[in-house]
Structure formats: C-alpha cells, structure tokens
C-alpha cells in the first residue's frame, strides 16, 4: 500500500537518538519510520538534512481576541510556523478565560485563525477558584497563576494560592506560575515611583531577585504540600533553580520553564535598551559565567522544557511612554528554535536535547504527547527540516511577529529550519510562512477524561 507522503533521505532525530531513515505519512499521521524505501504519491527529499519533531511552545501571548495591535493568531502563527514550531499553548492577560463560556467564545472566534495547532490556557482568578475544575473538564491545557498582580490579573495570596492548587490537584489539572513577591514589588515600586526614577535600571530593581526567590520559595512549599502538578514560568537564574531543587528532594512536581531571554541576554542591557528589554521577572544575567551555569541547568535536567513566553509589542508601543507606562514583554516565536539550533551546533546541548526541551518535555507536562512532542507510528506527522549548516544574522525586517524587532538583531544564529510540516503538510519553506489556517484546537486532558466518562 502506498502512503500520502514519503519525508525522504534525512536523519530523523528522537530524544534518544538518531537514525538514517524515511517518514511515511498517512492521513496527516506518522504511519512508519525506516530504512526501507516503500511506495509514496508525494516525496519530499531532505537529503543530507535533519528531521525533528516540530516544536512545542507552552507559553505565548498572542493577544487574540484582545489587543490584535500587539499581535494576533493569524501573525503569531505564522512566525511559528516559519521558526518550526508547530504547536502552541496561548493565553492572553487582558482577555483572560476565566469560565467555560470564555473558553468556548475563544475557540469558536480562533477557527481559522491559526497556521499551527493550538491548546489555550485559563487563567486563576482569586474569586473564581470554584470555576476551576468545569474549565479542566472543558479542555483547558493548564491554569496561568500570577503571585503578584501583573498585566492587569490580580495575584493570588498564600490563602487564595493553597485554595487553587488544593483545588487543581483533586481533580488532576496543572498550572504555570508567575512567581514574585507581591508586597516586594509593591514597596520597590513605590520607593522607586517616589525617588522620581524613570531610567531603565527601575526594572530589575522594582522586579528583584529577592521578590522571585520569595515567591517561589511560597509557591514551591505549596506544590509540595497540596500535591498538585506545577510549573514555575520563565526561570530566571540558578538560585531560583536551586529552591526548585530541593522542593522536588521533598516530593514536589515542579516542572522548571527556561526561556532564552535567561540565557542570551544580560541584566544591564535595560540601561541602554530601555522598555526594549522590559520584561518580567528581568534578565539576570551578569557575566559568560551566569549564561554558562543557566546552560548547566539544562544539561542537568533541573531545568525542563523551553518556552518563548512570547508578549510582543511593537517599537513605537513600548517606547510611546516612560519606562512605567510600557509594557512588559518580548517577541519570542521568531527565534526561539534558531536560539535552540544555534546553541546545538555550539555543543551546548544536543539536537537530541532540543527534541526534549522544546518538543516532547512540554508536550508530555501539558498532555500532548506522544500525538505531539514524538516522530512515531501514530504521532501526528509534525516535523521541521534542519540545515546544519545554514546561517541567520537576526534582522529586525525578517522578524514575522507583529512586533517587527527582535532583542537578537545582529547576532548570527547557526542550523536553521528549512520547513514546517502540519499534519504532513508543508505550512513554511525557508522562513517564509504558508497561509494555509490550517491550524485546530488542542482540548486539554481533562476534557478527553470527562469523554471517556461519558463514552463507556
Ligand atoms: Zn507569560
């Protein structure tokens, strides 16, 4: 019998390992992966280049429905699809899901919206706690916790955070936790905003080490005690890192995000760059020495899976104001694989790694795996093409994203991705996006039980 689609020539690499040999693709499905050559009415020759599974990013913003000017699902996507990753998780801070009738309103006006496939996540209101188990049924991916009020969701306090993740863990959801201190913020904000400072350094002074060391300390004890599946966002340093450390030494499962601001870009660039580099919690990196120990949490497996935490606004929106007045966040999506290939072919990590951190770790936290996150007999036929050897020197006018800049312009990235395949087909060649909305909706694993339930 002959297959939809024959992937060709190329090295297919596993979390485990790699191996010369051809994907066949039926029905949008991976049906083998072999040596052998087997009869296909398409071919598509990656001869001498790699094969991975397209990538898996559990953390986005793509402001839709909600402040499109700063991205939406049609830009976003696209620029996902052009960097190799094939799925997402998306939420949105100023248009939050907070009920069942949130999320089927967010669903219904994404149909056609998006280039990849797609879970989305709710967020945790403090008077809502009680919604929280209808959303998981209803195939929320993960609940988005903030510590201390952000973006405009108010942060939950000790109380209010053991009620939720009390909550979470009896029915068997999981959450991604913004972790800094609310009162710490709160009274550096207000020595800062007294002091009359306006210069770029107020960030990392107002959103402190400290203010994130205290909160995950809270938060960590919390994952501990009530027994619930978490994950802390964006890692920022190694200390943090450590207190995760030894919450899982107590039995905690604390998954540990990684994002590549953490890695590549330095605490004092916000001096010059200004709301450029606003984000939150800040880059801590001081020194060669800090990025090296950020990558020695990779290798180690302290630190778990990859994100972008994309929350894009373009140039003119984050320097409309002073540096209180700007949003916070980065542009991720058009990078983040290039980031992740680049730091492989500097033997950082291993390809291998990259299948882990960015494609099957994620996958396998939030439910996806092994239809997304693995290149196997049954997975979803998600791919990405890799030249080793191809070069990008980041330019702001190749950036896809809404944002139109990068924090990464000028640096030269090394492996690139040649194309994206959906579901077995082609939605990006050479950096340059198909159009195709191809893109479905993801419902979270609490709603394939309630399914299961309902189907004896
Ligand atoms: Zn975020």
Same mark, same amino acid.
């Given at each position: ?280 919690? /800040? ?161 979270? /694993? ?11």
């Amino acid at each position: 019998m002959s297959a939809d689609l024959a992937v060709t020539g190329g090295t297919v690499v596993g979390s485990r390992g790699r191996r010369s040999a051809h994907v066949y693709v039926d029905d949008g499905k991976v049906v083998d992966i072999s040596p052998e050559v087997r009869p296909a009415r398409r071919t598509f020759d990656v001869t001498g280049l790699f094969v991975l599974p397209g990538m898996v990013d559990s953390h986005v913003h793509l402001m839709d429905p909600g402040p499109t000017e700063r991205e939406d699902f049609p830009t976003g996507t696209r620029a996902a699809a052009a960097r190799g990753v094939t799925t997402i998780v998306e939420h949105t801070h100023a248009n939050p899901v907070r009920s069942v009738a949130d999320l089927t309103a967010k669903v219904e006006h994404l149909a056609r919206r998006s280039n990849v496939d797609f879970g989305l996540a709710a967020h945790t209101w403090p008077d809502r706690i009680g919604d929280l188990a209808s959303l998981w049924e209803a195939g929320v991916t993960f609940f988005k916790i903030f510590t201390c009020t952000t973006h405009g969701v108010p942060g939950l306090d000790r109380d209010a955070l053991h009620e939720a993740l009390s909550a979470i863990a009896g029915f068997g959801g999981t959450c991604l936790i913004h972790c800094e201190d609310e009162a710490m913020t709160a009274a550096a904000e207000r020595r800062l905003r007294d002091a009359g400072r306006t210069d770029g350094f107020v960030i990392p002074e107002w959103r402190s080490r400290e203010a994130e060391e205290t909160a995950v300390v809270v938060v960590a004890d919390l994952v501990a005690t009530t027994g619930v599946r978490a994950t802390i966002a964006h890692v920022s340093s190694p200390a943090v890192a450590d207190i995760i450390e030894r919450a899982r030494a107590r039995g905690a499962d604390l998954a540990a995000e990684a994002c590549p601001q953490y890695f590549a870009l330095r605490e004092d660039e916000v001096i010059e760059w200004e709301a450029l580099r606003k984000f939150t919690p /800040p880059a801590r990196a001081r020194s060669d020495a800090d990025e090296q120990a950020m990558w020695d949490l990779v290798r180690r497996g302290v630190l778990t899976h990859f994100s972008t935490d994309h929350a894009p606004s373009t140039r003119e929106q984050k320097l409309a104001g002073d540096i209180w007045e700007a949003p916070f966040g980065l542009p991720g999506l058009d990078t983040t694989t290039p980031f992740l290939l680049n730091a492989a072919s500097h033997s950082l990590l291993t390809l291998e790694d990259v299948v882990v951190m960015y494609s099957e770790a994620p996958a396998r936290r939030y439910g996806l795996y092994p239809r997304k996150g693995r290149l196997g007999p049954g997975s979803d036929a998600d791919m990405i093409i890799v030249d080793e050897t191809r070069r990008w020197t980041v330019a702001d006018d190749d950036i896809i994203s809404k944002a139109a800049w990068s924090p990464y312009a000028g640096r030269e990235f090394a492996g690139g991705v040649t194309a994206t395949l959906l579901r077995g087909e082609v939605i990006a060649v050479d950096g340059i996006p198909r159009d195709e909305r191809s893109g479905r909706f993801l419902p979270g /694993p609490g709603r394939r039980r309630q399914r299961e339930k309902e189907e004896p």
